[in-house]
Nanobody
């Protein structure tokens, strides 16, 4: 499975971006898909997860602003980010969950290459 991310960039505070995570080699529809982010000098942190059944869980810091969705036909998962803040600046990663605690990086096996999101104040 290869996960390829796109859609990052520079945006002003209050703006929006949508990240895409396209999969090749295996359908994502039966997997739980997570998003993480890593700011400079910090550990990679959980952002949210889209369960295979369609429900979602988000970190407190992004709940109400970020939304994860899936396009089955395109085998792609999205992270819609609204009302962005400077503290959202980080490299964002999508990943496929295979087991374990959903907010832990150890629960995921395949990762995207990372996508820089920079929010200016």
């Amino acid at each position: 499975v290869q996960l390829v991310e796109s859609g990052g960039g520079l945006v002003q505070a209050g703006g929006s971006l949508r990240l895409s995570c396209a999969a090749s080699g295996r359908t994502l529809s039966t997997y739980d898909m997570g998003w993480f982010r890593q700011a400079p000098g910090k550990e990679r942190e959980f952002v949210g997860i889209l369960w295979s059944g369609g429900s979602t869980v988000y970190a407190n810091s992004v709940r109400g602003r970020f939304t994860i969705s899936r396009d089955y036909a395109k085998n792609t998962v999205y992270l819609q980010m609204n009302s962005l803040k400077p503290e959202d600046t980080a490299v964002y990663y999508c990943a496929r969950k295979v087991g374990g605690i959903y907010y832990s990086t150890t629960a995921y096996d395949y990762w995207g290459q990372g996508n820089q999101v920079t929010v200016s104040s």
